[in-house]
């Protein structure tokens, strides 16, 4: 972890900010020629701090950079850390990229930010793994619970099961230097109240991670969202057979409708959710009511925005929900190219659209094979996800089980006057197990595959 390096950390997409982080022993020294020939010889304090200055990546044009500074072991990843913050445009971006390259700055790995923090300690593992699953978060529960991990609160709880431990191994194997009999011969109950208190612990913990476990047999969420009129309530009771009141009047739907859509090209069952038409002005109250649930909105796992190809720029929804988007054009039957305004401005929006066309006078089977091959992709990342998380709660569980099954065994040792240095045997195993949990005895590979499912930012 010599070399320093840098990343983009926010969506390469037309943007007020964008942010390129660095992070690096050596960092201070490995900018101080980049701050020469690309600022003007501006001179980076050290220091927590912002430090704003001028940046000519070209010759005619200056770029506003901000520079946000924190220096290690008390940043993020234990090292020396620079942001660098600049309007969100990608070009520009990539230019700064290619500048920090030019001196000898190396692009990070997926993860590789939240994997110097492991091995810097500022997170243990189960804190790194956090990190990862409040990014892939597919509910606000989800992202709840992922945010308590990353907080501290399983390493918290371990270190007090841990100390609790340590206190009864040192009475333990303080008492095995004396002979049996002598008057520093350890009794059972001077340790026994540890090992009650590690074994009451490891039970809370086992209980608040089985709250963490993701349901394995969770229907991915498919949200049908955009304008009224745009054919959302069609396809919904097409590819779910559920009869649906469809009407031209704007604001027919008031409130958002949920049916199971039992795919055959795939062997899925996906929940299929008719939101209420949300772009243009509301009809009255109740309508306008139903448009806001879309900021709270969290119940799928991919929004279908449903457009008409020739949807007006002032039609469209001026939010959308916080998930991937697959743009939908309906009404493909029509023959009709999608207006280049609306390209052009779904472009801006979304960045790189995934689009795919329906046709309103297709059957079930062409239109449900045709979302099917759309979709795929967004469920297969989607299912990795739900297997990390269940490969990760498992590991705990296993974890949490041989650490309380040893402490069983020692408690019962104890109890029955057995030798001490089998109880001792007992808590070390322990340990151990607890040791893994958090990291401190974790094989290389399982490193390895934890950290390359993270984004190249994190």
Not at 50 to 69: G, T
Not at 71 to 98: I, K, M, W, Y
Not at 296 to 314: G, K, R, S, V, W
């Amino acid at each position: 972890m010599k070399h320093s390096i840098y990343a983009v950390a926010t969506p390469m997409i037309p943007a007020e900010r964008g942010v390129i982080r660095c992070s690096g022993v050596t960092l201070f020294d490995d900018l101080d020629p980049w701050f020469e020939h690309y600022a003007s010889g501006f001179r980076l304090q050290v220091g927590r701090s912002i430090q704003p200055f001028s940046c000519k990546f070209y010759s005619d044009l200056d770029i506003d950079v901000s520079a946000m500074v924190f220096c290690g072991p008390h940043s993020a990843t234990g090292e020396d850390v620079v942001e660098f913050h600049l309007p969100g445009n990608p070009v520009l971006l990539q230019r700064l990229e290619q500048s920090l390259a030019e001196f000898n700055l190396l692009p990070a790995e997926p993860g590789e930010f939240t994997r110097r923090a492991f091995l810097n300690g500022r997170l243990d593992l189960s804190q790194a793994e956090a990190v990862l699953e409040l990014v892939q978060s597919r509910s606000v529960e989800s992202a709840r619970a992922a945010s308590q991990l990353l907080s501290g609160g399983l390493g918290k709880q371990m270190a007090d099961v841990r100390e609790a431990l340590m206190a009864s191994l040192v009475e333990l194997e303080a008492g095995l230097d004396f002979e049996e009999g002598d008057s520093q011969d350890l009794r059972p109950s001077e340790v026994i109240g540890y090992v009650r208190e590690a074994q009451q612990m490891l039970q809370e913990a086992t209980v608040g991670q089985q709250t963490r476990v993701v349901a394995s047999n969770s229907r991915f969420g498919c949200l049908l969202f955009g304008p009224p009129n745009a054919g959302k309530t069609s396809l919904f009771s097409k590819l779910t057979a559920t009869p649906s009141l469809i009407s031209s009047q704007a604001g027919t739907t008031r409130d958002y409708r949920r049916a199971v859509w039992q795919t055959r090209e795939i062997d899925v069952e996906f929940d299929l959710i008719d939101f209420p038409g949300v772009g243009g002005d509301a009809v009255d109250q109740r309508d306008a009511l139903a448009r806001e649930l879309v900021a709270d909105f969290d119940q799928a796992d991919l929004c279908l925005l449903c457009l008409h190809p020739h949807t007006a720029i002032e039609d469209l929804p001026a939010h959308l929900p916080s998930m991937p988007v697959l743009v939908v054009f309906t009404h493909g039957d029509l023959g009709l190219q999608v207006s280049s305004d609306l390209a052009r401005e779904l472009n801006n929006r979304l960045g790189e659209v995934n689009s795919v066309l329906v046709s309103n006078e297709n059957g079930l089977s062409t239109t449900s094979a045709t979302l099917c091959a759309a979709i795929t992709p967004y469920f297969d990342a989607a299912e990795k996800v739900i297997a990390q998380r269940i490969r990760n709660s498992e590991r705990y569980h296993h974890a949490l089980a041989t650490a309380s099954a040893a402490v069983t065994v020692a408690e019962q040792w104890l109890e029955s006057g057995g030798q001490q240095d089998l109880v001792a045997a007992e808590i070390h195993h322990a340990l151990s197990a607890l040791a893994e949990l958090v990291g401190e005895m974790t094989p290389d590979d399982l490193l390895d595959r934890l950290f390359s499912a993270f984004c190249v930012g994190k």
